[in-house]
Nanobody
């Protein structure tokens, strides 16, 4: 399994921005689909964003987002650093949750059942 370590969470006012980072230990990082999920108190863990890296057959990355964050969040990856990022803009109190980095060997990762490895989670709190 891939070891994942997140950073970048914190407290921000509504309308503000944060960037989360997640560094993976796996040397085959580039072959994994990476993503972010979040879980607010009393709710199930939900998909936020995912990114599938380019390969020899498809020379571009594929990104997908939950409808609730489209246009506000941007996921990116740096394979040279084994790191995936989540840039969050225009944050609202509804974005408050623990954010988890996730890795999957599958092409898409929009449900928890497809996740092979999880990070420890980082708290994001958005005040009104």
């Amino acid at each position: 399994q891939v070891q994942l370590v997140e950073s970048g969470g914190g407290l921000v006012q509504a309308g503000g921005s944060l960037r989360l980072s997640c560094t993976a230990s796996q040397r085959t990082f580039s072959s994994y689909t990476m993503g972010w999920f979040r879980q607010a108190p009393g709710t199930e863990r939900e998909f936020v964003a995912g990114i599938r890296g380019a390969d020899v057959w498809r020379r571009y990355e594929v990104r997908n987002y939950a409808d609730s964050v489209k246009g506000r969040f941007t996921i990116s990856r740096d394979n040279a650093k084994n790191t995936v990022y989540l840039q969050m803009e225009s944050l609202t109190p509804e974005d408050t949750a623990v954010y988890y980095c996730a890795a999957s060997p599958m092409a898409t990762m929009t449900s928890v059942s497809r996740v092979e490895s999880w990070g420890q989670g980082t708290q994001v709190t958005v005040s009104p």
